[in-house]
């Protein structure tokens, strides 16, 4: 079915030390629990996942710069609630695509976040940041195009 919400219940971010070269950065993206939930608003019940979203900064040789860790719960309705319940109870895992909808949520929620929570202690950004340049291409009047 679909996700009908995604709360937040903690944020860290630290910098552990200070980095003059290249910066390694690394996501993970887990779920770590998945039970059934009563989704009063809807008046229906659904899942409540939990999950734990973190980017690490390492140098180059794997010494510790700094971490952002957000965990959370996603809330999804579904079906098959307990047949989703009883999977996740046998093997840890979710249906694939219930679980790409999770954790791509997740990430579009997190990563936002996480690009703040950057700035804020002092670390680059988790994802590349598009940049304006000056145009370098040579002046329009000395060339020639016949």
């Known amino acids: 079915m679909s996700v009908v919400g995604l709360t937040i219940n903690n944020i860290t971010a630290k910098r552990t030390n ?5 910066v390694e950065i690394g996501h993970k993206v887990g779920i770590k629990n998945v039970e ?10 659904g899942l409540k996942v939990s999950f734990e979203f973190e980017t690490s900064y390492t140098d180059d040789k794997k010494k510790a710069i ?3 860790l957000i965990t959370g719960e996603v809330f999804y309705l579904a079906n098959n609630l307990a047949e989703l319940v009883m999977g996740w109870k046998r ?7 219930v679980n790409i909808v999770c954790i791509n949520t997740v990430i579009k929620r997190c990563m936002n976040k ?4 950057a700035e804020d202690v002092n670390l680059p950004p988790p994802i590349p940041i598009p940049f304006a340049q000056k145009d370098v291409t040579q002046d329009n009047k000395s060339r020639y195009i016949g």
């Open 114 to 117: 996480a690009i703040v929570l």
């Open 66 to 68: 700094g971490e952002i």
């Open 36 to 45: 059934e939930t009563d989704l009063s608003a809807l008046g229906k019940k």
């Open 91 to 97: 093997e840890k895992k979710l249906p694939d695509d």
């Open 18 to 22: 200070d980095q003059l070269g290249p």
